[in-house]
């Protein structure tokens, strides 16, 4: 082989590895024609109305209002911006296939998908099957709905297409600053004492016995930042007797203000408590874990060994 033809083949090559670099950079970048496929930033650039995610398990539907809403609950209060931000960032990949036939194994079916769908502007933006998951955890095989082609979709619209309600409803129970809290009112059956704070320290009434600071400031943390691990049921809630009630707190702040009145159930069939804020129908769940550390008894409180005042 002559230096010349060799030279001619090494050139050809090099250009080649160069323009099959490009073309795994596209089509991993997602730019182009594959990115507006989808509509993707257009539907992230208008203001939100709503998104809804149907799948064979059930319905997701996310409202913009006030607050945001899932299924008409509360919603986590960053729903719309992880929705916006979710839809800025996904990145389309490259096309996976042209053939409806293969739809099925790539669930991204009416049957086997979860088909999301963006209304933005008073009208729908977007509507795409999300399927199987693909080589990595967020990323998946999507196609346009009424349209063959598949490609891979990767972001974190992926993992929020498979969430379920009660994952967007906001768990929080309470939130307050924790040097707000200045009494805790314990009422249980055959029991009621309060937990107060005088100038330097917390007392328990009517016995007047010391606190220890220790527990008190577990109490505390657990109090101030109270989240659910998940929601009753309807079914569940429509049976539930509150009274009696395995125990309620009263939490007050500066000037005698209720900061929140909660009332607790021990479940029956499951470890932990349900439990309800005042003037609210959503029961919540907690585990044994938060319901042991807030359901303190008088005696669990004070300071070993400690005596009234006076």
Same mark, same amino acid.
């Given at each position: 082989m002559?230096d010349?033809?060799?030279?001619? /083949?090494?050139?050809?090559l090099?250009i080649?590895?160069?323009?099959?670099?490009? +073309?795994r950079? !596209?089509?991993g970048?997602?730019?182009?024609?594959?990115?507006?496929?989808?509509?993707?930033?257009?539907?992230?650039?208008?203001?939100?109305?709503?998104?809804?995610v149907?799948?064979?398990?059930? $319905?997701?539907q996310?409202?913009?209002g *006030?607050?945001?809403?899932?299924n008409?609950?509360?919603?986590?209060? =960053?729903?719309?911006?992880?929705?916006?931000?979710?839809?800025?960032?996904?990145?389309?990949?490259?096309?996976?296939?042209r053939?409806?036939?293969?739809?099925?194994?790539?669930?991204?079916?009416?049957?086997?998908?979860?088909?999301l769908? !963006?209304?933005?502007?008073?009208?729908?933006?977007?509507?795409?099957?999300?399927?199987?998951? +693909?080589?990595?955890?967020?990323?998946?095989?999507?196609? #346009? &709905?009424?349209? *063959?082609?598949?490609?891979?979709?990767?972001?974190?619209?992926?993992n929020?297409?498979n969430?379920g309600?009660? =994952?967007?409803?906001?768990?929080?129970?309470?939130?307050?600053v924790r040097?707000?809290?200045?009494?805790?009112?314990?009422?249980?059956?055959?029991?009621?004492?309060?937990? $107060?704070?005088?100038?330097?320290?917390? #007392?328990?009434?009517?016995?007047?016995?010391?606190a220890? *600071?220790?527990?008190?400031?577990?109490?505390?943390?657990?109090?101030?930042?109270?989240?659910?691990?998940?929601?009753?049921?309807?079914a569940?809630?429509?049976?539930?007797?509150?009274?009696?009630?395995?125990? #309620?707190?009263? &939490?007050?702040?500066?000037?005698?203000?209720?900061?929140?009145?909660?009332?607790?159930?021990? #479940?029956?069939?499951? &470890?932990?408590y349900? /439990?309800?804020?005042?003037?609210?129908?959503?029961?919540?769940?907690?585990?044994?874990?938060?319901?042991?550390?807030?359901?303190k008894?008088?005696?669990?409180?004070?300071?070993?060994?400690?005596?009234?005042?006076?």
């Open positions: 002559s010349r033809l060799l030279r001619y /083949l090494v050139g050809a090099a080649l590895a160069a323009a099959w670099g490009v +073309a950079f !596209v089509s970048r997602g730019g182009g024609g594959e990115s507006e496929y989808f509509d993707l930033a257009t539907s992230a650039e208008l203001v939100l109305d709503s998104v809804v149907e799948s064979p398990d059930g $319905t997701v996310l409202r913009a *006030d607050g945001w809403t899932v008409g609950y509360e919603a986590v209060a =960053d729903a719309g911006e992880s929705l916006k931000r979710a839809l800025e960032q996904a990145e389309v990949g490259a096309l996976v296939s053939n409806p036939e293969n739809h099925e194994r790539l669930g991204v079916t009416e049957g086997k998908g979860r088909r769908t !963006v209304f933005a502007g008073g009208s729908e933006q977007l509507s795409l099957y999300i399927g199987g998951r +693909a080589d990595v955890f967020d990323r998946a095989y999507a196609r #346009r &709905v009424g349209d *063959d082609l598949v490609y891979t979709l990767q972001g974190t619209l992926v929020l297409a969430r309600v009660d =994952d967007w409803r906001n768990k929080e129970i309470l939130s307050v040097g707000d809290i200045q009494r805790i009112e314990f009422t249980y059956p055959g029991e009621s004492f309060s937990l $107060t704070r005088d100038s330097l320290t917390w #007392r328990i009434e009517p016995s007047d016995r010391a220890d *600071d220790n527990k008190v400031a577990s109490l505390l943390s657990q109090l101030a930042t109270l989240r659910a691990v998940s929601f009753a049921a309807q569940t809630t429509d049976t539930l007797v509150w009274d009696p009630a395995a125990a #309620r707190l009263r &939490v007050l702040g500066p000037g005698a203000t209720i900061l929140a009145d909660l009332t607790f159930l021990k #479940r029956e069939a499951e &470890v932990g349900f /439990l309800r804020r005042a003037g609210s129908p959503v029961v919540y769940s907690i585990s044994s874990y938060t319901g042991g550390e807030i359901l008894r008088a005696a669990d409180l004070q300071v070993a060994g400690g005596s009234p005042t006076g």
